[in-house]
């Protein structure tokens, strides 16, 4: 009888188990590493599964995450730019708010040790923080406001249990997006299939020959790392080239070149410009998380793959082309106090410096394509919230209560 029981027990259970819905968040995905790239660490508290890329991806591409419902974090870092933007050498935020600094790109960004041009956060799950709570990006009043209006959207619901099973969170927040952004890898350049994959003809001889300027007389590679098995083309560290120091101690001008569209630049008057717009905002570097003086307008090596696909360069995107920045690098960058002792004058010749422009563009991965098709798998056009979240809490909260 007590065998009869318990298979009557069984049975129920079974039965009730399968009317309740069974969320599950344990998809696995173990993204293909391609060719040239080393292997991507991911942290044990945030495996990727494809229920957080899917949520990570959607929050992603959301105006809504923004306190007035117009910018999302692909506005700055735009699929079809390479994760970034070409058309301001600055961001902007919300209601054109200046930015000092250059949007920098999305792809491989797993593979950072530190995050922003000056590294200030170490964790791509709190990343998204950052630009989510200040003033001049996004403008979120509080994280717990955040968490709130996400909660409200209806296009959210059950999202955060499929991927979590659990409500959303603002550690599930970040978790989702750094799950989505740790898919964003791209190899398998020409320059692998050359370098690491044995093919002789990827890359023609002038590109052949800019590689040796960038591993010998151009040094690049002193900061710009090309290892035995792969290559991500940063030391991870932070130095000082002269641009940020110029900038900050030596602002006045009598001309700025103005951009009125992609492309289309102005000089205009420094007079002009000072009764429309303010200042340029100061800036240290890396200083400004250390404290340390030597960390002085220094700012962190970026990852080169992608490189063409990625204007405009440097930390403000002050440099609108490669050659630009080749140029720049040739003459020792600018001279102060501080500058990193492995930037100096390179008197490169004209053929060295367009072999060497013409390797940098190798470096493009073969699936930028299918990277930005699958971004836009987000939904657009979301409708926006009739009230305000807070206010909406607030009237739960308040009938909930006496």
């Known amino acids: 009888m007590k065998v009869i029981r318990a298979l009557r027990w069984l049975s129920m259970a079974s039965v009730l188990s399968s009317l309740s819905p069974i969320v599950r968040a344990d998809t696995p995905v173990n993204v293909p590493i391609p060719l040239g790239l080393p292997p991507l660490v991911i942290p044990a508290s945030n495996r990727l599964t494809q229920e957080k890329i899917d949520l990570g991806r959607h929050l992603f591409m959301d105006r809504r995450l923004s306190h007035n419902n117009t910018l999302s974090c692909g506005m700055c870092h735009v699929p079809e730019q390479g994760f970034t933007s070409h058309e301001l050498g600055a961001a902007v935020g919300m209601e054109g708010r200046s930015h000092r600094r250059n949007s920098p790109t999305m792809f491989n960004v797993g593979y950072q040790r530190s995050l922003f041009h000056d590294g200030r956060e170490p964790h791509l799950e709190d990343q998204i923080w950052g630009p989510l709570l200040t003033k001049n ?173 990625t204007s405009p360069y440097m930390h403000d995107g002050s440099l609108r082309t490669l050659e630009e920045v080749v140029d720049f690098y040739d003459k020792g960058g600018i001279d102060n106090p501080e500058k990193s002792p492995l930037i100096v004058r390179l008197n490169l010749t004209p053929d060295e410096k367009s072999a060497l422009v013409a390797f940098l563009k190798s470096l493009t991965g073969d699936n930028v394509a299918a990277l930005e098709r699958d971004a836009r798998q987000a939904p657009e056009n979301l409708p926006i919230p009739e009230r305000d979240p807070s206010d909406t809490f607030m009237s739960q909260v308040n009938a909930r209560r006496p």
């Open 137 to 309: 990006e996004m403008d979120m009043p509080a994280i717990g406001y955040v968490v709130e209006k996400v909660r409200q959207l209806p296009e959210y619901k059950g999202m955060f249990e499929a991927a979590f099973n659990g409500p959303v969170t603002a550690e599930r927040i970040g978790q989702a997006i750094a799950s989505y952004e740790r898919t964003l890898v791209s190899g398998n350049s020409r320059f692998d299939r050359w370098y690491y994959g044995g093919e002789k003809n990827a890359l023609n001889a002038t590109e052949q020959r800019g590689f040796q300027v960038f591993m010998g007389k151009g040094r690049c590679a002193a900061c710009h790392s090309v290892g035995e098995k792969s290559a991500l083309f940063t030391d991870h560290k932070f130095h000082n080239t002269g641009l940020g120091w110029e900038r900050t101690m030596f602002p006045e001008r009598t001309t700025y070149r103005v951009q009125l569209a992609p492309n289309v630049f102005v000089d205009v008057n420094a007079q002009h410009l000072t009764k429309s717009s303010e200042p340029p905002l100061p800036d240290v570097g890396r200083y400004e998380v250390t404290y340390n003086p030597k960390d002085s307008w220094a700012y962190k090596t970026p990852i080169l793959r992608n490189v063409e696909l």
